[in-house]
């Protein structure tokens, strides 16, 4: 960020030593206006008068602006900006000391005052503070507020159910398109291209060249359940909210069984949907919403077959409004025996530790091989060929640890080779 005038220089330390910025509307007040007539008993608090008296003194500032009076503004703003302690009202204020700094001819400074926002907003990741702050950066660095380079299209073919998801979004009373999603229990990569909703929207759109309809696309995701109460809750009209966003929900029996509690925000009974489950199928299922768009559900007995299910509701022309039952793989994954070895590696690592107080030298690898069975248990461990790490005691405790696992039930019985490299730090 390069330097602006000593004035601003000044002001802007006193911004970035303060917690946090954020931008949000405030509303123009009317200093010709009557006042209005004071309540009877009721006196406001100084923070209400600071408030108030600062967006007085904003108004006047971008009044000065409008009559193109720079110098008045600046003046005005930066003395505003030394005194007010709202994150969202210096944020404003900046917002105008750049024009005010862009006015008077003082690009360098301009540009400062908006590269400012978005440092000592940065913690805060709000959609309100960037966007406002990022098209005025572009335009001082620009001339444009918006890209002028026309946007290419996604990579390779989209999925059949995203153009069914995108039929979802419907163009508002100003011609505009908010593709406004909230997925839980699943990260938001790796879902192959289902949820470029907005590029499918677009497609649909492109060949009416009469249509100025524009496309907005706000996806939210989160790892589990328990964010929906964040989602019920949230009041950011460009943000996914619970009651009117598209709500998708990757659900097993689980860590991603979502609560009852919850059931008017799934397409059927949570109690439902795991009987499904519990016979040893996936399922998709979605409900549309009289007031809010539809809500759908990804569902497998396990984690590691959502995958499976996610790929069947891809293949998908139309939402799956009757449930569709999606036959699984119910055999353990690679990835299933891996998490479960990986959660005793630390015990495991602890057993190394104690073999080499006995034997610095001790270094290897130690070939487990063993079964896994049709209930999940352990049988059959024993060190496989090409094991070099034979000390008894740390054979020992090693498979002490392995046989505390257990993996889901899954009727089929597995065998496994796992080797595991130990070596001194």
């Not at 917690?19 to 009877?40: F, M, R």
């Not at 024009?99 to 907003?121: K, P």
């Not at 059931?263 to 009974?269: G, I, R, T």
Request: proline share 6%.
């Amino acid at each position: 960020m390069k330097s602006g005038g000593m004035g601003f220089r000044g002001v802007l330390m006193g911004c970035l030593l303060a917690t946090g910025c954020s931008t949000g509307d405030v509303s123009g007040v009317d200093t010709d206006a009557p006042a209005a007539p004071e309540a009877a008993d009721v006196a406001a608090t100084p923070a209400e008068d600071g408030a108030s008296d600062m967006r007085v003194r904003l108004e006047k500032a971008r009044r000065s602006l409008d009559r193109g009076d720079a110098k008045t503004a600046e003046t005005e703003l930066e003395a505003l900006l030394e005194t007010v302690e709202d994150a969202d009202d210096k944020n404003d204020v900046l917002l105008e000391l750049s024009r005010a700094y862009e006015l008077g001819g003082d690009q360098e400074a301009a540009i400062d005052a908006v590269e400012s926002i978005l440092v000592t907003s940065a913690a805060r990741d709000s959609h309100e503070v960037r966007e406002p702050a990022e098209r005025r950066l572009r335009y001082l660095l620009t001339g444009h507020e918006e890209e002028t380079s026309p946007r290419l299209p996604a990579n390779g073919e989209l999925p059949p159910v995203t153009a069914a998801l995108a039929e979802a979004f419907q163009p508002d009373a100003d011609e505009r398109v908010l593709i406004d999603v909230f997925v839980f229990g699943r990260p938001r990569n790796g879902h192959d291209g289902i949820f470029e909703i907005s590029e499918a929207k677009r497609f649909s759109m492109e060949q009416d060249l009469t249509s100025n309809i524009k496309v907005s696309q706000s996806i939210s995701s989160s790892g589990s359940w328990v964010s929906l109460p964040h989602a019920m809750g949230e009041k950011d009209p460009s943000m996914p909210q619970a009651d009117r966003s598209m709500l998708v929900f990757y659900y097993d029996l689980g860590d991603n069984r979502v609560p009852s509690r919850y059931d008017d925000y799934l397409p059927m009974p949570s109690e439902e949907i795991a009987a499904v489950l519990e016979q040893g199928d996936g399922l998709v299922a979605a409900r549309q919403r009289p007031n809010g768009k539809p809500v759908i559900v990804i569902a497998a007995p396990r984690k590691a077959q959502l995958d499976q299910v996610e790929a069947a509701f891809a293949d998908m022309q139309t939402l799956p409004y009757a449930p569709a039952v999606v036959p699984v793989t119910r055999g353990l994954s690679g990835p299933e025996i891996q998490a479960g070895i990986r959660s005793v590696r630390k015990t495991m690592h602890g057993c190394y530790e104690k073999a080499l107080e006995r034997d610095k030298s001790l270094s290897g690898k130690l070939n487990l091989d063993f079964a896994i069975s049709g209930e999940g248990a352990i049988e059959g461990l024993k060190l496989g060929e090409g094991s070099t790490l034979k000390e008894a005691g740390l054979v020992e405790c090693v498979f002490g640890e392995v046989r505390k696992l257990t993996f889901a039930a899954t009727g089929e019985r597995r065998t496994v080779s796992y080797p595991i490299l130990m070596t001194p730090e």
